[in-house]
């Protein structure tokens, strides 16, 4: 027996046709987007640190004293005599954060501890990823502003997509003025 295929004409499939179908399907997979993430670049933090305990340990005042900051991933810990020296470390390193272009509004400062002694201790967390009421404070923003993309929170990130280059440029602009209280860097623009 054989098996006969069947040839459909291409008027047959429908009024916009099986090509129209396959852009539809094309644009909605490839439509433009970015993503807005809060990240630091934790080389040039680890550069800055490095460069924060040499100075630390050849600046007359801190002579003899146990000063130092030590990092653990994205934990910063600085260690001092007292906290007048804690507050100098701080500004080191918070110096040396700003010469290597790392935003000091990456640093979540913790209280100070009480080590034993006089000495004390203070951890500083290296902000990653954006918060959920910030991510929702930008998802509200980007959707208040009827600009014709779409906003969604995907993890510790917030996706935009749209039709438009312009629109996503707009809505990078938007952002960038609404939200100034972590600094945010906008990745993956998809064209």
């Given at each position: 027996?054989?098996?006969?295929?069947?040839?459909?004409?291409?008027?047959?499939?429908?009024?916009?046709?099986?090509?129209?179908n396959l852009n539809a399907i094309k644009k909605a997979r490839f439509m433009p987007s970015f993503d807005i993430v809060c990240e630091a670049n934790m080389i040039e933090v680890k550069n800055a640190?490095?460069?924060?305990?040499?100075?630390?340990?050849?600046?007359?005042?801190?002579?003899?004293?146990?000063?130092?900051?030590?990092?653990?991933?994205?934990?910063?810990?600085?260690?001092?005599?007292?906290?007048?020296?804690?507050?100098?470390?701080?500004?080191?390193?918070?110096?040396?954060?700003?010469?290597?272009?790392?935003?000091?509004?990456?640093?979540?400062?913790?209280?100070?501890?009480?080590?034993?002694?006089?000495?004390?201790?203070?951890?500083?967390?290296?902000?990653?990823?954006?918060?959920?009421?910030?991510?929702?404070?930008?998802?509200?923003?980007?959707?208040?502003?009827?600009?014709?993309?779409?906003?969604?929170?995907q993890g510790e990130e917030v996706r935009v997509s749209g039709t438009k280059r312009d629109d996503l440029q707009a809505a990078i602009a938007l952002v960038r003025k609404d939200v100034t209280e972590?600094?945010?860097?906008?990745?993956?623009?998809?064209?």
């Amino acid at each position: 027996m054989r098996h006969s295929t069947k040839i459909v004409h291409p008027c047959t499939i429908g009024a916009l046709g099986y090509n129209a179908n396959l852009n539809a399907i094309k644009k909605a997979r490839f439509m433009p987007s970015f993503d807005i993430v809060c990240e630091a670049n934790m080389i040039e933090v680890k550069n800055a640190l490095d460069q924060a305990n040499k100075e630390i340990s050849t600046r007359f005042d801190f002579k003899g004293s146990d000063s130092r900051v030590e990092q653990k991933e994205r934990e910063l810990t600085a260690y001092a005599d007292d906290d007048f020296k804690l507050g100098q470390v701080r500004d080191v390193l918070t110096g040396k954060m700003a010469k290597r272009n790392v935003d000091t509004r990456f640093l979540d400062i913790g209280k100070v501890e009480k080590i034993g002694g006089d000495k004390v201790k203070q951890v500083i967390k290296v902000r990653n990823g954006i918060e959920s009421e910030l991510a929702k404070k930008i998802v509200k923003v980007i959707k208040e502003a009827k600009l014709k993309v779409q906003a969604s929170i995907q993890g510790e990130e917030v996706r935009v997509s749209g039709t438009k280059r312009d629109d996503l440029q707009a809505a990078i602009a938007l952002v960038r003025k609404d939200v100034t209280e972590v600094p945010l860097n906008f990745q993956n623009f998809r064209d």
